[in-house]
């Protein structure tokens, strides 16, 4: 009962955002065998990303499962060496993989939607495997709660700088060197980021009234930002 509980709290707030995106997907809808094939991608990327964060994290010294930190500049060299890049990493690869022989990848406003159903897909694991890892002292719900409020909203947001971007270089609306690197650049710079002053937080107590502020502030900006990206390309189809 508890892992159904589990599984239904962890995949709740992955599904409305899903819902959410596929609804804004009016003009010409894409094809569910696509959209599952999509999210079973980004299901893909979550073992994908540990191909790269574990040999850095030999290489480097770094601990895959730290919980405390000595320094905010420790906490930030984790949040993107260990988090951001590898797993924006693995997203963007799964991307090109489903994109580039995918014949409904026809208009500027697909990539978004594809890009988000891959985000979903690793958030969606991620927050199962999270959930799951607080039955034995008991934080799965206060996790869950958390995760759902931010970290699926973050990731989702993640994605769609990431099918932004791509959508806007693949149909040549500027294929500039700038955007073809912010397809890959912007949702780790956004993800490291927001991955770092969530790390920061535990570090000193004084220091967690103003990170929190500084996350509050980065958060909302990043909202603004995705939802500016997915005006955009609407109006555009």
Known sequence: MQITLILISALTPVAL?????????????????????AFGFGVLSTFLS?????????????????????????????????????EELAKLIMLWLLLRKNPHFDERFDGIVYAVCIGMGFDGIENVMYLIGGIENGTWIGTGIVRA???????????????????IYHFG??????????????????????DGILMS??????????????????????RKKGKESINSLISDN
């Open 17 to 37: 955002l899903l819902w959410y995106i596929y609804r804004k997907d009016k003009v010409q809808p894409e094809p569910t065998k696509w959209l599952l094939k």
């Open 201 to 222: 937080i535990q570090i000193d107590e004084s220091l967690a009234g103003l990170c929190m502020i500084l996350f509050l502030w980065f958060f909302n900006k990043l």
């Open 149 to 167: 409020l931010f970290s699926v909203p973050a990731h989702f947001l993640f994605a769609v700088l990431m099918g932004y971007y791509y959508s």
């Open 50 to 86: 540990f191909v790269f964060s574990v040999p850095a994290c030999l290489l480097l010294g770094m601990e895959m499962d730290a919980n405390t930190y000595s320094s905010i500049r420790e906490a930030f060299a984790d949040a993107f060496v260990l988090a951001a890049i590898p």
């Open 173 to 194: 609306i500027d294929r500039s060197t700038k955007i073809k690197v912010l397809i890959l650049s912007a949702p780790i710079i956004a993800h490291g980021i927001y």
